[in-house]
Nanobody, 122 residues
Framework: QVQLGESGGGLVQPGGSLGLSCAAS????????MSWYRQAPGMQRELVAS???????DYADSVQGRFTVSRDNAKNTMYLQMNSLKPEDTAVYYC????????????????WGQGTQVTVSS
């Protein structure tokens, strides 16, 4: 079974930095786009950043210039470096991956991690 696991969340002060990791495990044939989403209390889940298997990145306007997404294809791992953090960045951050699993006849579907809490507060 394919699973995604996030790590690196925690409590930081405004202006601080934090790095998140997402590792995919299981019988994976190919991973296409990997993305970070977040959900704050009372808000809808929103896309934060994404990166394709070719390395093309995309960011939400609210994090552009502050966050950087990257991936290591050999390790099936995606990273999110968050700098100049603001209180409004406080949310549960979720990992998503569009991939083909072994035995799926090359059908693409997306998988979700359980999330990691990021809190930015003084």
């Amino acid at each position: 079974q394919v699973q995604l696991g996030e790590s690196g969340g925690g409590l930081v002060q405004p202006g601080g930095s934090l790095g998140l990791s997402c590792a995919a495990s299981g019988s994976i044939v190919r991973i296409y786009t990997m993305s970070w989403y977040r959900q704050a209390p009372g808000m809808q889940r929103e896309l934060v950043a994404s990166i394709t298997d070719g390395g093309t990145t995309d960011y939400a306007d609210s994090v552009q210039g502050r966050f950087t997404v990257s991936r290591d294809n050999a390790k099936n791992t995606m990273y999110l470096q968050m700098n100049s953090l603001k209180p409004e960045d406080t949310a549960v951050y979720y990992c998503n991956a569009v991939l083909v699993a072994q035995g799926s006849l090359w059908y693409r579907r997306d998988f979700w991690g359980q999330g990691t809490q990021v809190t930015v507060s003084s």
